[in-house]
Structure formats: C-alpha cells, structure tokens
C-alpha cells in the first residue's frame, strides 16, 4: 500500500495552493491532523471543509475519514514502536548517540535558568543595538538568534568569528549596547577577549554557553548555560536548545512585536504564491 507521504510527494506538483497548505500541514504537524475532524482542520488551516475532502479524494482516498485512518496508524505506531539492535552495531551506535541527546536535553530542562533569561529579554527591551559574538560551531547557532531578534525589529550587530570581525563589534561598541557571547567550546581566546573589552564600553553583557568552566562566563553580567560538559556535537544541540527556549520566551512575553512580523510574512508569502499562480 502506498503510503499518504509517498503520494503527497508525487502529486504535489499539481497541487494549488490551498492543497499545498494541506499537504504540508499533513506530512509536518501528521500528529496533530490524526485528532482533527475534516471541519476542525479546516478552520485551522483557514480552508473551505470541501477542500480537505477534495484532497483526500485525489490522493486516492474515499473521503477524508480514511485518509485521517491511515495517519492515525502512523501515530499508533510512532507511539509503540520498540526497536532492538544488536550490540556492536551502527544501529547501536544511533541509539546510544539518541539517548545520550535525550539525558543532555533532560538535564538542561532541569537547570536552565529561567529568572537570567528573563533578565536577558528585560535587557534587549534597554539595549539600542545587540551586538552577537560566536565563532565555530556555535556561529549557526548566533545567526538563528540574530536573526529571530532582527525579524522584530531590534537592531542586530552579528560578529562571525574571526579577529577581524570581532575587532569591528569592539571598536563600534558603546554603553547602551547589549552584547551577547555565544559559544561551545571554547576554540580561542578571541570571543572571550571581545566581550571582555565590550564589557569596559559600559555595555551589558550576556553568555550563553554549554561548558561551564567557558572563560566568556567572567566577563558577562548575565549568564546562560546547560551546566553540563558535553561532546561538541551534542553540545551544538544543547546551544540550539536553550536560543529556542530563549526565543520562545521572548515570544510569549512580547508577543506585539512578533504578532506583526507573522502577519507580514502571512501577507508577503501569500503574495508570493498569487503571484506564482498567475
């Protein structure tokens, strides 16, 4: 039997753009579309009933019913599937890797301090620019939060890494900034010695960070970490994690800001998409 993804792939290319909503809601958010009647998803979606019953149909279905049967065996499956590997495999080597991921993340859950990044959101509505240092594998990381802060209109200064760059945020730093270190582990001295020299501007200074002993912790006025030590790879997870919660926050205790940038982007990405169609 082939499956809902496997036919949503291949019919896509057909789809207008009300199916297109749909197909992504089904193939991304598939856990949620099990527990939704044909009306219920509808509403959430902004669509007509009609059409959730009209794309089941095309994709080989009855009706919407069986389709939503299908999804809700994935999710029966998801929820009990139990797999076993044997020792001294690479089947192992994913599990242990999966559950490692699992005690990191459980363990920030726990420690993450929620009145500091309270604190950083009190300081970004003080701060007249927000300056970002990172370098390494902590730089993608300080791009995701560069660049949520810069979508709500906050001025963002994003300092990538090398000397060079860092010397630049240094130099244009002043006391209403808030500057924001974001590392890993520490590669070099570099990012450490930049917030340092920030921090005698006057500026405020934040960290966030995974490794605790991190030498940017004693130049921040405020300071994020998971308390863990963990490999760098896991510890780039750990990082994303805590700019998602901080983001997430940040959402929630200032939702104006983001209400307007979503409903830009609603109206810019549909825009985008009549265009398409003409």
């Known amino acids: ?109 726990r420690t993450f301090p929620l009145q500091v990044a309270e604190e950083l959101i009190a300081a970004l509505d003080e701060a007249e620019r927000v300056i970002v240092l990172a370098e390494g594998l902590a730089i993608s990381s300080a791009r995701c939060l560069a660049s949520w802060l810069e979508a709500v209109g906050y001025t963002i200064h994003l300092a990538g890494g090398s000397p060079p760059e860092l010397a630049r945020a240094v130099a244009g730093a002043h006391k209403r900034d808030l500057a924001i270190a974001i590392e890993i582990t520490q590669e070099t001295p570099f990012v450490a010695q930049a917030l340092s020299k920030i921090k005698e501007t006057g500026a405020f200074t934040a960290a966030i960070f995974v490794t605790p002993s991190s030498e940017i912790a004693h130049h921040a006025d405020l300071v994020l970490t998971a308390s863990v030590n963990p490999k760098p790879g896991v510890g780039q997870i750990l990082l994303d994690a805590m700019v998602y919660t901080l983001i997430q926050m940040l959402i929630h205790a200032r939702p104006g800001r983001f209400e307007k940038t979503y409903d830009r982007v609603r109206t810019i990405t549909q825009s985008m998409i009549d265009g398409n169609t003409k």
């Open 1 to 109: 039997m082939t499956s809902y993804e496997t036919r949503i792939h291949k019919a896509r290319s057909s789809f207008s753009p009300s199916f297109v909503r749909l197909a992504d809601f089904m193939l991304d958010s598939y856990r949620q579309a099990a527990f939704l009647t044909a009306t219920e998803l509808a509403h959430l979606l902004d669509l007509d009933p009609a059409t959730v019953v009209r794309f089941s149909q095309l994709l080989g279905y009855r009706g919407y019913p069986e389709f939503q049967r299908e999804i809700r065996e994935k999710v029966k499956k998801d929820l009990l599937i139990e797999r076993k590997v044997e020792p001294g495999t690479v089947a192992e080597a994913a599990e242990n890797a999966l559950r490692e991921l699992v005690r990191n993340l459980e363990f920030t859950q």
